[in-house]
């Protein structure tokens, strides 16, 4: 250890390390701009505007009775107020900051000799899916409370501010729920370990939850999202509902195999509490591409643990410890190095598929300029762009309504717009019907490129492997043609048809 003296300037490199990658997040996080920023910036600036919150959809014209619940009223608001400043760049930063102190808590779960090259890869396997998104928020605060429950001096001390977390949580991100539920069992592994019940601890829990129901829609925010948590339609239609094996990530590989050895290798010594965690989020990992982070923060946490009890372990053996700190650097070089190289690559890719802009941002241009009065029927991925750049338009279907239905909704108005826009795009349902329930005269719709053709058929038969149907946009067409619309605009990804 004192040999390789790489740990005298421990904060040194880790702030070096979080500097480097809070640079990299930002640049990501202004290039990709996640498709919900929109109506995110758009619900922040009616509250702004208006004082109040909508109890009602805003934005769509197929379910504007809609009652509309937003879990994450209060982040909308904070983005509506500093977007103004800073734009994308001043809250891509802040969101960076967010990702990168949800890891930096849990080096009071790890050992030092291990935290550096575990937080490298922990951030770069949480590249593919950060953005200005809230559900990080969510990271945040689900780091926290894991640390309270692995570490027994900070439970100590927080314990009892808890409801007060519980209660800006659930004003800022639906994710709350999942905090509740893991927060209620690691408080009863707790007393099973201790062999005891305890009445403050079981208070305290009640509080927690008693605190989520301060919010502006009561009870009923719980019940919206455990509609969409059980909603099994997301699982097979969103791409970040999606299984994790369905997508590569060379640093989240690494921590599920390595994480899951050291688990069995020393799964007689780790805490009770640690390992049903481990287990639980190791599944709820596997399950949907969006449970990532979640992992992440447990896997971090038991290969630190492992390396422990294996470093200790390697002490029976004559320079066995020197001989495995060297090979560690070794390979998390190599292992940091390659992480970089695929985190670079993907970006590049990234670019190279999006050409110059993933959404329709000179299509939006010219409608603008060539208003129409009828409605306007676009894609499920550019809803939220358009709710941002063209709001004097309502739009079909956005990212807030995949679990939305209404029973008995008004004459002119869809049950399930989600499912209605699936089906459409799928030639269940004609083109003429919808444009006449909903007085469409203007379908803004994306081109497929050639370049991409190979990618999309191994994309189809992936999915076709998993009965995950996929569009047919070719009849689609077909349909709006057949109907004497005309192209009236038409770039590199983009077609209007009027």
Known sequence: MKSLGLFKNFRFILFLSSFLIFLWLIIIGVVSIDPDFGWHLKFGEIIQSTQSI????????????????????????????????????????????????????QAKNVSKKWFIVLFILGLFAMN????????????????????????????????????????LWANLHGGFVMGIVFFGIGVILKMIKEKGFYVKDAIVFIFCIVFTLINPYGINLWKEIIISATDTNLRWSIAEWF??????????IILWVISFVLFIKYFK????????????????????????????????????????????????YKFGRQRFLKLYFAIGTVFIFLTVLSAIFSFINLRLYQKVDPYPTNAVAFLKENSSSGQLFSTYNWGGFLIWK????????????????????????????????????????????????????????????????????????ALSLLRIKQSGPKEFIRQIEDLGMKEVYKDSTVVIYR
């Open 390 to 461: 063209l709001p004097e338009k309502k739009v079909f279907v956005d990212g807030r309504m995949p679990s939305w239905k209404m029973k008995s909704p008004p004459k002119g108005q869809s049950e399930n717009a989600f499912l209605e826009w699936n089906k459409i795009q799928d030639s269940k349902i004609s083109v003429k019907t919808v444009i006449k329930k909903y007085k469409i005269d203007t379908f803004l719709l994306p081109l497929t490129r050639e370049k991409n053709e190979k990618l999309a058929k191994i994309n189809n038969f």
């Open 54 to 105: 909508p109890k009602l959809d805003p934005f769509s014209y197929t379910m504007p009775s809609y009652n509309f619940i937003n879990h994450e009223w209060l982040t909308d608001l904070l983005i509506a107020l500093f977007y103004p400043i800073g734009k994308e760049l001043l809250l891509s930063a802040a969101f960076a900051l967010i990702t990168i102190f949800a890891l930096v808590i």
């Open 128 to 167: 593919p899916i950060f953005g200005i998104r809230p559900q990080l928020i969510s990271f945040l605060f689900f780091s926290v409370i894991l640390t309270v429950l692995l570490n027994d001096a900070i439970y100590k001390k927080i314990f009892y501010f808890l409801p007060l977390l519980f209660l």
């Open 243 to 252: 299984p994790t094996f369905l997508f590569f990530n060379f640093p989240l």
């Open 269 to 316: 010594k780790l805490d009770l509490i640690l390992k049903i965690l481990y287990l639980m989020l190791f599944l709820w990992g596997l399950s949907s591409n969006r449970n990532i982070p979640f992992f992440i923060l447990i896997s971090i946490i038991i290969i630190s643990k492992g390396f422990d009890f294996l470093y200790a372990d390697l002490g029976k």
